[in-house]
């Protein structure tokens, strides 16, 4: 057993678990935090990635002790005051899901994708960014563009609040 604590959408958690313990499955199973999908458990399919320390990461092929000491963002966690985060809005307003069983884990890629590239992504970078996470509905085209429309809309607040 091992004795872990750490930071989850701003809150702090302390649980004693099995030292086999994926993460995935202390979100879901431990904190009720069911947004974070469990598709693959092989880090293929994306559909359980959230945010480790502000970079995104798979969930289901880490320890819940290796994120101990930790800050950890999930789906949940993500809208502020509740506003939906801009990617959120923008897959909402682009028809960026259809199922919904990927979008958590593509909104988490998409955040982290745009956080690393402030200046503004192409449609190329984005799906060459977006090769880990699966979605079987859209064929990505409106992901895609929620990606783009979301990138565009945060460059314009930073360039505000600048």
Do not use: W
């Amino acid at each position: 057993m091992a004795e872990i604590s750490m930071t989850v959408n701003g809150r702090k958690v302390t649980a004693t678990v099995e030292d086999r313990t994926l993460l995935v499955h202390f979100l879901r199973e431990h904190l009720g935090l069911t947004g974070t999908h469990v598709g693959c458990d092989t880090s293929q399919c994306g559909a359980c990635v959230v945010h480790l320390d502000g970079k995104a990461v798979k969930s289901c092929t880490m320890l819940a002790a290796q994120a101990s000491g930790s800050e950890v963002l999930t789906i949940e966690g993500l809208a502020q005051d509740g506003e939906l985060h801009p990617v959120q809005a923008a897959f909402k307003e682009y028809h960026g899901l259809q199922c919904g069983f990927c979008t958590p884990g593509m909104i988490m890629a998409a955040v982290d994708i745009i956080n690393r590239h402030p200046n503004g992504l192409d449609e190329k970078t984005v799906r060459e960014e977006l090769e880990g996470n699966i979605c079987r509905c859209t064929g990505y085209h409106n992901i895609v563009k929620a990606i783009l429309a979301a990138s565009e809309a945060m460059r314009g607040r930073a360039a505000e609040a600048a």
